[in-house]
């Protein structure tokens, strides 16, 4: 878990230098929505 949000930061950093303040956290919450949806899909497919 540690991993994952030193990952965050860094890719929030690079993001927020490379394309401004605005548009790196709606890519990183975007991510994380994402990657939330397909765990949940996972687990209900496991349940079945």
């Not at 993001?15 to 919450?29: R, T, W, Y």
């Amino acid at each position: 878990m540690t991993s994952l949000a030193f990952f965050t930061i860094a890719a929030y950093r690079a993001l927020s230098h490379s394309l401004g303040d605005v548009v790196a956290p709606v890519i990183v919450g975007g991510a994380y929505f994402v990657l939330s949806l397909i765990t949940l899909l996972v687990v209900q497919f496991k349940r079945r």
